[in-house]
């Protein structure tokens, strides 16, 4: 039997399904989190074979720890993972200590989390990103807004969602922003784009081939709602893109990602641009190597009508995809809500009017909501029209 120890198996709260397709499949599932072990749900107890709880998982000696008691007890461990951005680091380091060579190395994950190694990969696999500098000096970053003129658009090279992202629109913004920058972090500059954020989502197997493709729309960018504490919404459709596909496929066998999720994220440009291209072409933005946030893997699992936590162990397990993809596909969205907003509709008069439709409701965990919002509700729809009829009734709030 083959050991998979799974990091945080309880977060967010749906990724203890991973765990289960693991286990499903004749893997021993190992858990390693910060929760006790009582405050698991007990779906994820019932996935796990064991798990080690590390109060203070800050510290990289603990999670040393609970993996070397994991390996004492069951042998050599053959898998590691978490498919959460913000562990991606610490995975490999522990990868490399113990000697797991079943997933990205340290070397791998800078490529991963560096957006400005991101954009070499994009290039290798002859695709154009908007043009950009490392921040060093004032003097530098003028000399690149000559060239690309204002807005640009600035945020750590190594950065997680939205937070400490500027979008700057004129010299005083400029030196204003390197007032006040951390001066801990390396900064990207960009030229600012002006495009609709699509993503393409999938699974890879082992020679970097897609096995499961799928893509989500985002009607705004997480700048913008955290700047702005908008509510928002995004939705995945029932079919990717032909030009999306063909592109998406070149940058993974480009960044060579293997038996992983992906969330490649990407501009389609609202106007025609001088350097990057006319209306309406696609152009790549970031890549994360991991689930899209936050229950956004149940999200594609409602509009594809699959189990991405299956097709996921499948690659693992079998180096293919055994879900049968011939199931009809839907619009699915997830339309978020703030608490600071008072809204028309409250979530009873949602579910009632909506019950055919709805798949899943509730709160997003707290690290979430400067990013996606307090609260959500995911239906899925035959079409657009319909889909837009329900976000505009969930968000629709009180004139006041």
Known sequence: MKNFVFISPHFPSSYWRFCLALKNRGFRVL????????ELGEECRFALDE??????????ENEKRAVKYFEDKYGKIDYLESNNEFWLEKDARLRSDFNITTGPTLEDIEKYKLK????????????????????DTLENAIKFVEEVGYPVFTKPDNGVG??????????????????????????????????????????????????????????????????????????CVPKVDDTLMEMGKKAIKAFDVRNRFFHLEWF???????????????????????????????????????????????????????CDMNYTKYYACASGRRNSFKYVHNLDEILQKYHNNVCYYGNYPHALRDDMGDSFVMAKFNTLDELTEFDNFVREKVKE
């Not at 858990?31 to 009582?38: R, S």
């Not at 946030?293 to 009508?305: E, K, Q």
């Open 31 to 38: 858990g390693i989190g910060d929760a006790p072990y009582n």
């Open 51 to 60: 798990y080690y709880c590390c109060a203070n998982m800050e510290d990289y």
């Open 116 to 135: 400005s190694l991101q954009k070499k990969f994009y290039e290798k696999a002859g695709l154009k990103t908007a043009r950009y500098i490392l921040v």
């Open 162 to 235: 939205a937070q400490d992202t500027h979008k700057i629109k004129s010299l005083d913004d400029l030196k204003s922003w390197f007032e006040t920058k951390s001066p801990n972090k390396i900064y990207i500059m960009e030229e600012y784009v002006d495009g609709q954020i699509i993503s393409f989502d999938g699974i890879t197997d082992s020679k970097a081939d897609v096995i499961f493709a799928t893509s989500n729309v985002f009607i705004n960018d997480n700048s913008q709602i955290v700047a702005e504490g908008l509510d928002d919404m995004y939705y």
């Open 268 to 322: 389609v440009l609202k106007h025609d641009h001088p350097y990057l291209g006319k209306k309406g072409t696609i152009v790549p933005l970031e890549a994360n190597m991991r689930p899209a946030g936050a229950y956004t893997p149940d999200l594609i699992n409602y509009a594809n009508s699959v189990n991405c936590y299956e097709i996921y162990a499948d690659s693992i397990a079998y180096d293919e995809n055994r």
